[in-house]
């Protein structure tokens, strides 16, 4: 796969991006050596490899660091609503503006 200069316009037309001749065709380089470089990854046959639980895993013992899952900050929502209109539940009440 790989695209075309009018297809990189209008991808920058969609992105809202202003873009010259140079940029664009700069631009369709790099977009088409990254589809060309996928290309190239998805011919590798991968039939029977296992997946790896880090890229290093296969030739090192890595294990990954968890850190415990625990609150490092403490719970200060009630002075943040302090200052808030409305609030119910611990929650912020709003203006219905969609019908």
């Known amino acids: 796969m790989s695209l075309t200069l009018s297809d990189v ?3 920058a037309h969609l992105a809202q991006l202003e873009m010259d001749e140079q940029h664009s065709a700069a ?3 790099k977009l088409n050596g990254i589809f ?3 290309e190239q990854m998805q011919a590798v046959d991968t039939e029977g490899v296992a997946p790896l639980s880090h890229p290093l895993a296969a030739h090192m013992d890595v294990a990954l660091r968890l850190r415990e899952d625990v609150p490092t900050e403490p ?3 009630d ?4 200052v ?3 609030t119910e539940d611990g929650l912020y ?3 219905k503006v969609i019908d």
Do not use: E, F, S
């Open 9 to 11: 316009k209008r991808i």
């Open 27 to 29: 631009m369709l380089d």
């Open 36 to 38: 060309a470089l996928a």
């Open 75 to 77: 719970n200060r929502r």
């Open 79 to 82: 002075d943040y609503q302090q």
């Open 84 to 86: 808030a209109p409305k």
């Open 93 to 95: 009440l709003v203006p």
